[in-house]
Each structure stands twice: as C-alpha cells, then as structure tokens.
C-alpha cells in the first residue's frame, strides 16, 4: 500500500452531526498541520427530498449503517424547502446536489445543508456560479465539483458542443474523453480560484473502472484538493460491486482518495456496507463489527455451510460492535489453520462442529446447534473484551487439529481415504 497522497483539507458538518474531516496531510490556510482524515463513506438517497418523513428514515438508515456524509437530490423548491425539517431530524453531515438549477444551491445554503455538490458546466451564467461560490464562502461550506462522463460535452446546444469539442481536440493530437474531463476541471476550477475559493473536493467519474484509474491518477497529479472516488452507473450490485471494488482497490492502495461513493442500482444502504467493507480490507478503516472469514465449501462439506454463515452475519452484524475475527470453516483441511487466527470459530465436520475461543476448544456439537453455541460464544467474548478480560486476536492456544475418526466422524483419515459421506441437507446454490 502506497501512504495517502496529501492535500488540503475539507471539514463538512457542524457541531451537531459532528465535523467529517476529508483528505489532509497539507497545512491548512491558517498553517495549522493536518494528517489524512480516514477516507469517508458517503451515500445518496434513492427517494425524494421534499418527502420529508421518508427521506428521514432513509438518511438515519443510511447514518446508521456507517455513512460518514449523505447525499440528497434537489431538483425542485419544494425539495429545498423540506431540507430545514430534514436537517433538524439527522445528525449526519447533508450535502445539496444541484444540477441546472444555481437558486436550488441557493436556497439549499439558506436551509443549512453542510456542503454542495455542484457541475459548473451544467449551470449556463458564470455569475449564478460566483453566487453559490459566494454564499458558500460566507458560511464557510465546501463545495464538490464533479465532473461526469455522462454530462461533460454539452447535449442540449449542438454548436456550443461542436465548438467546445473542435477547440479541444484541435489543440492536441490524441484528445479523448479522460483529457476532456481534466481540462473541464481545471476551466471550473479557474472560476473557484479567481473568487479565492479553495475549500473544494474534486471528482472525475466513468463507467469504465480502467478509465476511473487513469483520470484519477492524473488529477491526483494536477490538484491538491482531496479527491471523491467513484464509478458512475456502475449498475446493479452484482455486477457494479466488481467494477467499482476494481477501480477504487487500484486507486486506494496507490494512495489515492480522500472520500468515496460506490453507485448501484439498487437500496443505497448496499453502497455503504460495501464500501465500509473495502475500506476494511484494505486496512484503510478501523472496523467496527464481526470480521467473518467463512469457506467456499466443496465437495468435503458435511454440513449446511452456506445457511449457516448467512445466519451468523445476519444476527450479528448488529450485535457484534468490536472488530472480532470469526471463522466459519468446513472441514479440518482448512478449518484448523483458520481457527487458530479467529477469536471465535467453528469447523464442520460429519454433521457435528467444534468450537474454539481463541484456540481454545469449548464445545462440540451437533449441526443444529452450532448456530445456537456459536452465537452465544461470539456474545461472552465481546462481552469479556469490553469488560477488559479479553483481548482481540489473541493467540491463547494452538489449534492441535481434532483426530479424525472419532468426535467429528469425518477427519483428515477418512477424507483422505475417500470415505465421507455428504449430508443430504447440504443446499448447493442461491437460496
Ligand atoms: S475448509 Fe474443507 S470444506 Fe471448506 S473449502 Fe476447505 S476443504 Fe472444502
């Protein structure tokens, strides 16, 4: 992992949601010092704005699945118009995102929000421009700019884009969309500089992962404000979960971004649990929850493996609140080996599983009740690591791995001679 790149620094919120630092390493205008903040997860609702009592809910679902910031979308007045009612009932900084409409900033300053997402190119008079630069100046708010695949060459007035593209691409051999984008930021920037506004978060987004890479690396060369990741219309999370996790895992471990947003087609509360989790595996976030190492399975499984870890995730993701490590494993080829690494864990065998607390053996039993046993050990443990008398990944014991043909009737003897039976309760597939 390459260390976070360092730029200037954005604050978003206020006393009450809490101040989400974004980027860093670069003092401050004032010359205070600043370290990286943790790269930020951010979100945007799927539902409308001016309902007030549903986009609520959906904020405080998102926050309390671990959304650092929140997005809304105000198209219409009635949309800014319900922000001061929203505003009162969150407590998680909100960002306006205005497109065409510079009286929708406008008024979305007025009510509060805590920082505007803002595509210059999309709003025709360069003064509405200075007059949400302005406003968000007085009231110390930043502004993103984000410039998107999808809207960077103008649509609406054929000879204004013919003009805007014949001046790009005859002013260099090889133009394409990336080089686009760079000099559209640096024209919007111009105008945020000439007002001596710096209090800027900049993004560049496609829907191609290898493109998002490439103009990334070169903004992260041109500017110093911190950087917004992402992948545009990424699609539905079965596939958008690949191409985004392709492009941001590229760009974080090269250090790069300071805040991020994965976009699926789907509940946006996905997009968070998901980009928490890469945060998590790159060791980028400290985690909060259950670290839950399970196996594939495969033809050695003796036991319902796939209903089994979808039972322990789903009843303790809420519960569980410190990093614990636990492992769901299958069979002594590979169980032991992980078990010795988890805080809790169990590993199959012929319909029975045995469970370890920190290499500890303190059960054995059947399939059905190793939900039940290890559930109850994950809750003691986390209950004796908050009461200080336990301590996370600690190695107490070493795992001697049970032998075989006796308590789980299916050890490394009789899975080497061929002579396991499969269970018929094993369900292969999407359940
Ligand atoms: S732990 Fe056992 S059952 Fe699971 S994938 Fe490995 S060999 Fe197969």
């Known amino acids: 992992m390459t260390p976070r790149r360092s730029t200037r620094q954005v604050r978003v919120g206020d006393e009450r949601t809490g101040v989400v630092l974004i980027g860093g390493g670069k003092p401050a205008i004032d010359g205070t010092p600043t370290t990286p903040a943790p790269v930020a997860v951010q979100t945007m609702t799927a539902g409308y704005t001016y309902d007030v009592d549903r986009c609520v809910a959906e904020i405080n679902k998102l926050a309390a699945g671990g959304a650092d910031i929140v997005r809304v979308a105000v198209p219409q007045r009635k949309d800014t118009e319900a922000l001061k009612e929203i505003l009162n009932q969150t407590r998680v900084p909100i960002v306006a995102d205005v497109h065409f409409h ?45 410039v998107n695949e999808g809207s960077i060459i103008e649509r609406k007035d054929k000879q204004r884009r013919m003009t805007e593209l014949g001046k790009f691409f005859s002013e260099r051999k090889q133009g394409h969309l990336l080089a686009l984008m760079v000099v559209k930021l640096e024209e919007y920037l111009d105008i945020f500089h ?53 492009a941001l895992s590229a760009l974080l471990a090269e250090g790069i971004g300071d805040t991020l947003r994965i976009s699926y087609a789907n509940d946006p509360i996905f997009e968070v649990e998901d980009g928490l989790e890469l945060l998590y595996s790159l060791d980028l976030r400290e985690r909060k929850g259950i670290d839950l190492i399970a196996c594939p399975t495969c033809g050695r499984i003796q036991v319902d493996l796939f209903t089994l870890v979808q039972n322990v995730r789903e009843k303790l993701c809420d519960e569980i609140t410190v990093p614990m490590k636990v492992a769901v494993m299958g069979c002594v080829v590979n169980g032991p080996g992980e078990a010795e690494g988890a805080d809790v864990a169990v590993f199959a065998g012929d319909r029975r599983g045995i469970i370890y607390v920190q290499g500890e053996r303190v059960a054995n039993v059947t399939e059905e009740e190793i939900l039940d046993r290890l559930l109850k050990e994950c809750r003691d443990f986390q209950s004796r690591v908050l009461g200080g008398k336990a301590k996370l990944g600690e190695k107490r014991v070493e795992i001697v791995p049970p032998d075989p043909i006796g308590e789980l009737g299916s050890g490394f003897e009789k899975i080497a001679s061929g002579d396991v039976e499969k269970t018929s309760t094993v369900t292969i597939g999407r359940t």
């Not at 690396?217 to 950087?227: A, G, M, V």
């Open 102 to 146: 510079f009286q929708r900033a406008l008024e979305a300053i007025e009510a509060g929000v805590h920082k505007i997402r803002l595509n210059p190119g999309n709003i025709n008079d360069r003064d509405q421009v200075n007059s949400v630069i302005d406003a968000c100046k007085e009231r110390g708010l930043p502004i993103r700019i984000g």
């Open 194 to 246: 000439e007002r001596e506004f710096f209090d800027v978060v900049i993004s560049a987004k496609l829907m191609d992962a290898a493109s998002v890479i490439e103009v990334y690396r070169e903004i992260s060369e041109r500017f110093d404000y911190p950087l917004h990741l992402g992948v545009t219309h990424a699609g539905p999370r079965e596939t958008g979960a690949i191409r985004s996790i392709a």
